[in-house]
């Protein structure tokens, strides 16, 4: 009867420390649950993307506004500047993403020390008419995000800065960085294969200029002699060529072109594929060993572009000829 009784006793006790343990880590998941409300992603706007008509961005230097038209989002002002699809029609989801890591301020007395007492503004307009508006402050002092309010809410939150950067654009970033007019849609191996002459000039004095054969897809020399080309030589240079983007368009309309080596470029790469003739024209190092100052001939537009993949630039002619 006493073990009986012992027995009952143990189990009640083992239930009471069940009970406990049960209790205090739901106490602790709570907890866990709220600081990571507190210090995780923080939904500040409940909109369908699909259900936004039209995005304004006023980055405090220049005002850009998107339009959605037959499901394709066009840049309807300015409306002469040649824009990357790509970036317009990825608004709608950059907003959905657009989260903030954790709540700054409940109600903050001086907006000012965010810089939200003059914040650049993204204002999003819906089907039913409706608008919502960010405002982005500056960034914070370790230049990994930034401050944002939504209009009409008092608290002051902080959102990762590749998230602001992906929305608040400007006249620069939205320019389309496909400078040479290439065929995107293909892959970069059909848009070498789509080049059909091919020529190089360093400091003003041809390197090579060669022509493919329509029959075979080899190559020939054409100048500054006639000789058959080494096309694993070759090679290097179409792919560069497929891949050329601008990293950043430094200036539209230079006035001093000397300034980034262009007035007498270090080298040009002329080429022609199914659309036309191009040549691109490289300048200075802005950053050595990283990115080179371009443009493309008949454009008045520099830009930079990365150096990786030109490697080839400096080699003589005979690395290009057939042993």
């Known amino acids: 009867m ?13 239930l009471l420390l069940f009970a406990s343990y049960f209790v205090t880590n739901m106490k602790n998941l709570k907890k866990s649950v709220q600081d990571d409300n507190k210090l995780g992603t923080i939904k500040v706007l409940n909109l369908n993307q699909n259900n936004i008509t039209e995005i304004e961005i006023d980055n405090k230097k220049n005002k850009l506004i998107f339009k959605k038209s037959e499901n394709k989002w066009k840049l309807t002002e300015p409306s002469d500047i040649k824009y990357d699809q790509a970036l317009a029609d990825g608004l709608p989801l950059s907003i959905f993403y657009f989260t903030a890591n954790k709540v700054i301020s409940e109600k903050a007395d001086d907006l000012g020390q965010y810089g939200l007492d003059n914040p650049s503004i993204i204002s999003i307009k819906t089907e039913d008419g409706k608008l919502n508006i960010l405002e982005i402050g500056d960034e914070t002092s370790d230049k990994d995000s930034y401050y944002f309010k939504v209009k009409g809410n008092d608290e002051v939150y902080i959102i990762d800065k590749d998230k602001v950067d992906a929305l608040l654009l400007t006249t620069k970033s939205i320019r389309d960085k496909n400078v040479l007019s290439l065929r995107r ?57 497929s891949k050329v983007m601008a990293l950043e368009f430094i200036d539209e309309n230079p006035e001093n072109l000397e300034k980034y080596g262009l007035k007498n470029p270090s080298y040009s790469i002329e080429f022609k594929n199914s659309i036309g003739k191009k040549e691109l024209l490289i300048g200075d190092e802005k950053e050595i060993g990283s990115k080179f100052y371009a443009m493309v001939k008949g454009s008045k537009e520099v830009f930079t572009l990365n150096e990786a993949g030109f490697n080839f630039l400096d080699k003589p002619l005979k690395e290009f000829l057939s042993k």
Do not use: C
């Open 2 to 14: 006493k073990l009986y009784k012992n027995t009952i006793i143990l189990v009640i006790v083992g």
């Open 185 to 241: 849609e293909l892959q970069s191996r059909m848009i070498a294969d789509d080049i059909l002459t091919l020529s190089m000039r360093k400091n003003g004095d041809l390197v090579f200029s060669t022509i493919k054969s329509e029959n075979d897809g080899s190559w020939s020399l054409t100048g500054p002699v006639k000789a058959n080309v080494n096309k694993d030589k070759i090679n290097p240079i179409l792919n560069a060529i």
